[in-house]
């Protein structure tokens, strides 16, 4: 039924159409007519009707289909989008990802530094292990001397929270303090280099942080003792 539904649907029109112009031909024609006379008529009309009615049906159908395949790219392009964002917070929430911790200098008092332990990135940075060194310290290379590492150590920190005084410093007897700090996590290792200096009494603080070879912080100010713009290595070496 559902095949005779549909061949109804596609040909009712051009067997109307060859019908009506049949009878047009015929009832206007001055001979007589037979039945070849009527199948030569209506044959060709039906199907040059069928034939232009097939094609509007085909193009119907073809934009039809468009238009579902059109929507189904557009649903898969969206899933896509969900699924990748959806691997990228679960590698990120159990990993780290490439989320980065990194130490804040702050001056506490008039000659205590403190450094805070922050993490400014969009997923928590775990198994946080960091060392500083401090470059002013004396070492004697030959003798098995060298500089003390001074360790601290966190199982995690969250997205825009800070570890407030994971190291402080005392600049009463000093004029500068120079860090170098070496931060590994789950994810990745950073290392930072901090240079703390008095200018003109007051304490000012250079920072440079790097992840590989880039370099993704760096602040140093114009009046800062050895810095060179044109050689910033300089100052951080």
């Known amino acids: 039924?559902?095949?005779?539904?549909?061949?109804?649907?596609?040909?009712?029109?051009?067997?109307?159409?060859?019908?009506?112009?049949?009878?047009?031909?015929?009832?206007?024609?001055?001979?007589p007519w037979d039945i070849r006379k009527i199948v030569n008529i209506f044959g060709p009309t039906f199907f040059l009707v069928s034939w232009a009615t097939g094609q509007?049906?085909?193009?119907?159908?073809?934009?039809?289909?468009?238009?579902?395949?059109?929507?189904?790219?557009?649903?898969?392009?969206t899933l896509l989008e969900k699924l990748e964002k959806f691997v990228k917070d679960f590698m990120?929430?159990?990993?780290?990802?490439?989320?980065?911790?990194?130490?804040?200098?702050?001056?506490?008092?008039?000659?205590?530094?403190?450094?805070?332990?922050?993490?400014?990135?969009?997923?928590?940075?775990?198994?946080?292990?960091?060392?500083?060194?401090?470059?002013?310290?004396?070492?004697?290379?030959?003798?098995?001397?060298?500089?003390?590492?001074h360790r601290f150590a966190i199982p995690s920190v969250f997205p825009n929270r800070m570890v407030m005084g994971a190291y402080q410093f005392d600049m009463h007897a000093r004029e500068r303090l120079y860090l170098n700090i070496f931060i590994n996590t789950r994810g990745q290792g950073a290392m930072q280099q901090i240079r703390i200096a008095r200018v003109d009494g007051a304490i000012q603080i250079a920072i440079r942080t790097r992840v590989g070879e880039k370099v993704i912080e760096q602040s140093v100010p114009d009046n800062f003792p050895g810095w060179n713009p044109d050689n910033p290595n300089e100052l951080f070496n």
């Open 1 to 31: 039924m559902s095949v005779l539904r549909q061949l109804l649907k596609e040909f009712w029109l051009p067997a109307l159409a060859a019908l009506g112009w049949s009878y047009y031909n015929l009832h206007s024609s001055p001979t």
């Open 92 to 149: 990120g929430y159990t990993t780290g990802a490439d989320s980065v911790a990194s130490f804040m200098p702050m001056i506490r008092q008039p000659d205590k530094i403190e450094l805070g332990l922050i993490n400014q990135s969009s997923y928590p940075v775990f198994d946080v292990q960091a060392e500083v060194i401090d470059l002013d310290e004396p070492i004697d290379p030959k003798s098995g001397k060298f500089w003390t590492r």
């Open 56 to 77: 509007f049906f085909r193009v119907r159908k073809q934009v039809s289909l468009d238009k579902n395949l059109s929507a189904i790219e557009s649903r898969v392009e």
